[in-house]
């Protein structure tokens, strides 16, 4: 299993230009998030998607849209860049089963280092 | 709103040492998860444990350890016979139990404790 991958792993961004951020797991989780990290700074959810078809913000969603077709992709769309949105994007995903109470742990992505200039 | 409070922003002990990185956390729920993850300098993040907050044993693995205290609401970690390769970036973070069935999802971190292990 390759788990949870990124690409791209790096990129540089004009202001106002779009851009797409993959993420895929080879896990068949159910769920599956965007963080994003700054300097010092912990991890941030922008949005989260409990299953194909659902997705629902999280702290910082404003320039940020996702969508989630299969249960294996859920890509981030930034539409026009900016300079706060410089920043390290992790991919993450996990399962949970319904009805009993669990907490199944994150798995993340290596990361896109994502500067916008 | 639940929040995860990190107060040591950076440590840093000699090989060997014993070292302890503290965790605070807030919520209103009484059923919740706390996990601690690992940063090294390659950048990516490694979960190492998760505990339910109706299960208030401590945990050993081998260096490592956690104390879980409700009373204080705190998850601290604590790293025995400190090595060079436990440097890193360590995050604690909470999840409250949410949705239907008591799925739960959306993790909160703090700002993350840099260890630093010098030989």
């Known amino acids: 299993n390759a788990g949870v991958t990124q690409t791209p792993k790096f990129r540089i961004l004009k202001i106002g230009q779009s851009m797409t951020l993959q993420c895929t797991q080879d896990?068949?989780?159910?769920?599956m998030y965007w963080y994003r990290q700054d300097p010092g700074m912990g991890l941030k959810l922008i949005y989260y998607s409990v299953g194909a078809g659902i997705t629902d913000k999280g702290e910082v969603p404003n320039g940020y849209n996702v969508s989630r077709s299969t249960t294996e992709d859920f890509p981030l769309r930034l539409e026009l860049a900016a300079p706060s949105q410089t920043s390290v994007y992790f991919c993450?995903?996990?399962?949970?089963?319904?009805?009993?109470?669990?907490?199944?742990?994150?798995?993340f992505g290596p990361g896109t280092r994502l500067t916008v200039t | 709103a639940q929040k995860v409070t990190q107060a040591q922003t950076e440590i840093s002990v000699v090989e060997k040492e014993d070292v302890t990185l503290d965790c605070v956390y807030e919520?209103?729920?009484?059923?919740?998860?706390l996990f601690w993850y690992k940063q090294p300098p390659s950048g990516e993040l490694v979960f190492l444990i998760r505990r339910n907050s109706f299960d208030e044993q401590n945990e050993i693995s081998g260096r490592y350890s956690w104390n879980f205290q409700k009373s204080t609401s705190s998850f601290n970690f604590t790293i025995t016979a400190s090595q060079v390769v436990d440097s890193a970036v360590y995050f604690c973070?909470?999840?409250?139990?949410?949705?239907?069935?008591?799925?739960?999802?959306?993790?909160?971190f703090g700002k993350g404790t840099l260890l630093t292990v010098n030989p």
């Open positions: 993450a995903s996990s399962f949970y089963t319904t009805p009993k109470l669990a907490s199944g742990e994150q798995y």
């Open positions: 896990m068949n989780h159910n769920y």
């Open positions: 919520t209103r729920d009484t059923t919740y998860y």
């Open positions: 973070a909470l999840s409250e139990a949410r949705g239907s069935g008591g799925s739960n999802y959306k993790l909160t």
